[in-house]
């Protein structure tokens, strides 16, 4: 079948996990000496795991419109990796909320940390996959793909080790999580990489 239904249904579901994070952001107006400055402070840690969140399933969307814009017929393989993938996307916004409410919490970090690590790894067996199928056998194109698994591979081993590192300090874990999309926007905007993040 054509890849564009995928990658439709694909972008509607990614949408659909980024609004549902939105909701958590609320303000408790309930009590009577409300006030919006403590409500906000309140929100802080929903704001950051939101922001985090938000940049992660981003920067995952257009990894993934890289990645098919390479591939023309999807095939029953690729359908169900590709359901694995939003399978863990679509707990992000459990771990988002998780760190919204008890960020200092270590199982809140692990889960977080996780969710993110199920999601890395559900993607480098896209992204190998769907090399298996190019046509284009070129050494660059070879090079490209090893080079791609490798950061692929660094991520998954970030995101393990950040699962370790949140049962003792929770606040390291997500320093950690953060390096991810960090180092993604420094090889793209300063080195001009995001054309040879294909496969």
């Not at 403590?38 to 840690?45: A, E, F, G, T």
């Not at 791609?148 to 970030?158: E, K, P, Q, S, V």
């Not at 080790?161 to 420094?186: E, G, K, N, Q, R």
Request: aromatic letters at 14%; glycine letters at 4%.
């Amino acid at each position: 079948m054509s890849t564009n239904r995928l990658e439709a249904f694909s972008d509607g579901v990614i949408a659909i996990v980024i609004t549902i994070m939105v909701f958590d952001l609320k303000l408790q107006s309930s009590s009577e000496d409300f006030s919006i400055d403590d409500s906000i402070r309140q929100l802080l840690p929903n704001f950051l795991s939101y922001g985090v969140s938000f940049i992660m399933l981003a920067l995952m969307w257009v990894r993934h419109h890289q990645l098919f814009s390479h591939v023309k017929v999807a095939d029953a393989r690729l359908l169900w990796l590709n359901i694995l993938l939003l399978f863990a996307m679509s707990f992000v916004p459990f771990g988002t909320h998780l760190v919204g409410i008890a960020p200092l919490e270590p199982q809140s970090a692990v889960i977080y940390s996780a969710i993110f690590l199920f999601s890395a790894v559900s993607f480098t067996l896209i992204r190998s996959y769907v090399s298996s199928l190019s046509s284009d056998r070129s050494t660059r194109s070879s090079n490209i793909h090893k080079k791609t698994i490798r950061r692929n591979l660094i991520a998954i081993g970030i995101y393990i080790l950040s699962c370790v590192v949140a049962c003792y300090m929770p606040i390291v874990a997500y320093i950690l999580i953060t390096t991810i999309p960090i180092s993604y926007f420094i090889s793209t905007f300063f080195y001009g990489q995001i054309s040879q993040q294909a496969f």
